[in-house]
């Protein structure tokens, strides 16, 4: 069964505490719990992960192959505005991807404007709360489906 991978970056696991006037009031299990059944629903299995080390975040993303991982919905955390390893590591599996973030990062400090992964990603979501993701979700799963309803038959 193909995999959709929800990987957070760092601090996402104080969701709920952390600035609720830019991240809102759901925790990261909440959002997790919610994305699952969301996925699950539509035959797909989600796997979730959330890291603050830059690195393990890497060998989750070299994962991908072997835990058959068809899509990555990504919030990269304040590795958006800085990290080349992440980015290389998603050009390097070379797998759709969506950027995920839950504040409108074009509202906030000039900063939080760079990214290193919205020109390689396949859409960005930014600035509806714990919603940024489920629409993220969505777009995976759609994506997913009509990859599957044009493989040729007799191939999965
Ligand atoms: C964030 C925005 C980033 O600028 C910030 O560093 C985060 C969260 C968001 O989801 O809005 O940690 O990615």
Redesign the pocket.
């Known amino acids: 069964m193909t995999a959709i991978l929800v990987l957070h ?4 696991n104080l969701l709920g505490d952390r600035e609720p006037q ?2 809102g009031h759901c925790t990261l299990a909440e959002i997790d719990g919610a994305l699952t059944d969301l996925g699950a629903a539509a035959g797909y299995r989600v796997i979730t992960h959330q890291s603050n080390a830059e690195h393990e975040l890497v060998d989750t993303i070299q994962r991908c192959e072997a835990d058959a991982v068809g899509f990555i919905v990504l ?4 590795f ?2 800085t990290s080349v390893a992440l980015r290389d590591a998603l050009a390097a599996v070379d797998l759709p991807f969506i950027e ?6 074009h509202r ?1 400090e000039p900063f ?1 404007t760079k990214s290193y992964f919205s020109d390689i990603a396949l859409g960005v979501i ?1 600035g509806f709360g714990a919603q ?1 993701y489920e629409l993220a979700m969505q777009a995976a799963i759609h994506y997913l489906d009509e990859q599957d309803s044009e493989a040729p038959r007799g191939h999965s």
């Open positions: 970056g760092p601090n996402l830019h991240y919030n990269p955390a304040a958006t505005h995920v973030h839950l504040s409108n990062v906030r939080r930014s940024s």
